[in-house]
């Protein structure tokens, strides 16, 4: 049985604010959008956001990544 703490947890979700590469506004600002992850996916796609820096993201901030 699960207990509380572990619910809230797993219920929880770690929000990043990324920007694409090649993706700009009509000022060649670069678009930003929200991805939500669940926290029991954290380590996983802060991982894929270091290995696709420059390559996919030209920015990401959020739970412990920040480039």
Do not use: W
């Not at 930003?32 to 894929?48: G, P, R």
């Amino acid at each position: 049985m699960k207990t509380l703490k572990d619910r809230i947890f797993e219920e929880r979700q770690i929000k990043y604010n990324v920007a694409f590469v090649g993706c700009t506004d009509s000022e060649g600002i670069p678009v930003s959008c929200t991805i939500l992850v669940d926290a029991n996916n954290q380590k996983e796609i802060e991982k894929y956001f270091e290995n696709e820096q420059d390559n996919t993201f030209v920015h990401v901030e959020g739970g412990n990544i920040e480039y």
